[in-house]
């Protein structure tokens, strides 16, 4: 004879995940606006991006610095999920590691910031930033293996630098709407097919 569950608790479980199914629908949508708009962009306009209300992004995040760092924390594993999945799923190891680096730029734009949202909390800054390194600096080093193994591209490149390179051509992008740094990014990443 099956154990029944307690009553409600089905009901409990399948709201848990529609909270949590709602939760990622709300920092997609934060994250495409801070990608367009800046980490500073209205309320208002995630709330429309996500079809909920203002009330429901404040009862999650209380501070725009709450919402920023569930941002980046969803991103740095967002990040660090695609890489495997692009690797199995690309055409080759190299078009794998040029999607995942468009994926790292969206998420650099969120990152710069990221600074000014925290304002003195250095220490909270500085557990996210061990927490990027720890997540994607293996990710892209696999990346980079793997299109060495294929000789799309010559060894040498560390993942840390590779990914050091990027966060500086993305620097200043947020302050100069003439400037794109996926056009540097993509001769960056020539540059190291054609060693």
């Given at each position: 004879?099956?154990?029944s569950?307690?009553?409600?608790?089905?009901?409990?479980?399948?709201?848990?995940?529609d909270?949590?199914?709602?939760q990622?629908?709300?920092?997609?949508?934060?994250?495409?606006?801070f990608?367009?708009s800046?980490?500073?962009?209205?309320?208002?306009?995630?709330?429309a991006?996500?079809?909920v209300?203002?009330?429901?992004?404040?009862?999650?995040?209380?501070?725009?610095?709450d919402?920023?760092?569930?941002?980046?924390?969803?991103q740095?594993?967002?990040?660090?999920?695609?890489?495997?999945?692009l690797?199995?799923?690309?055409?080759?190891p190299?078009?794998?590691?040029?999607?995942?680096v468009d994926?790292?730029?969206?998420?650099?734009?969120?990152?710069?910031g990221?600074?000014?949202?925290l304002?003195?909390?250095?220490?909270g800054?500085?557990?996210?930033?061990?927490?990027?390194l720890?997540r994607?600096?293996?990710?892209?080093?696999?990346?980079?293996?793997?299109a060495?193994?294929a000789g799309?591209?010559?060894?040498?490149?560390?993942?840390?630098?590779?990914?050091?390179g990027?966060?500086?051509?993305c620097?200043?992008?947020?302050?100069?709407?003439?400037?794109?740094?996926?056009?540097l990014?993509?001769l960056?990443?020539?540059?190291?097919?054609s060693?």
């Amino acid at each position: 004879m099956p154990a029944s569950s307690p009553p409600g608790e089905g009901r409990s479980r399948s709201k848990r995940a529609d909270a949590v199914r709602n939760q990622q629908t709300l920092l997609e949508a934060a994250a495409a606006v801070f990608v367009s708009s800046g980490v500073d962009a209205p309320i208002r306009e995630i709330a429309a991006r996500a079809g909920v209300g203002m009330g429901t992004i404040y009862r999650h995040f209380p501070t725009r610095a709450d919402l920023v760092v569930a941002v980046y924390r969803h991103q740095v594993e967002a990040c660090a999920e695609a890489g495997p999945t692009l690797l199995a799923d690309s055409a080759s190891p190299l078009a794998a590691l040029r999607q995942w680096v468009d994926l790292f730029v969206d998420f650099l734009v969120t990152k710069h910031g990221l600074a000014n949202a925290l304002q003195s909390d250095s220490s909270g800054f500085d557990a996210l930033h061990a927490h990027f390194l720890d997540r994607l600096v293996p990710v892209c080093a696999r990346l980079l293996d793997a299109a060495v193994e294929a000789g799309e591209i010559g060894p040498g490149t560390h993942a840390y630098e590779l990914m050091r390179g990027i966060g500086n051509l993305c620097i200043g992008r947020d302050s100069d709407p003439r400037y794109d740094p996926r056009r540097l990014v993509e001769l960056l990443l020539r540059g190291l097919g054609s060693r």
